[in-house]
């Protein structure tokens, strides 16, 4: 089964309440069984036009695991806590590659 991934690019405009969502969405992840593989840090953009203002990015065992840790209840009440504290939240689930494991 191919791992699936969250892909985030967001601009917080208000860091006190989005401290809310942070500290609530690791529990979510964890509990669909995703862990967070960016969450922040330093990047660059090699090469083409897209200039990301933050970006996380989260690993699951399965696509389906991702839709539903996004879908859950538990994420659903993290994403409120998230609403207003950020200029824009852009979100994709892509799924991985099923290669072996050498």
Do not use: C, H
């Not at 593989?37 to 990047?43: A, E, H, S, T």
């Amino acid at each position: 089964m191919a791992p699936a991934y969250i892909i985030v690019d967001m601009l917080i405009t208000d860091m006190d309440q989005y401290r809310q969502y942070m500290a609530a969405a690791p529990a979510a992840v964890a509990a669909a069984g995703g862990e967070y593989l960016v969450r922040g840090g330093r990047f660059e953009v090699l090469e083409g036009s897209w200039e990301p203002a933050r970006i996380a990015m989260l690993r699951f065992p399965s696509y389906e695991k991702a839709k539903a840790f996004y879908d859950g209840e538990q994420y659903r009440q993290a994403r409120a806590k998230r609403a207003g504290a950020t200029q824009f939240f852009n979100l994709i689930l892509v799924e991985g590659v099923d290669a072996p494991v050498i």
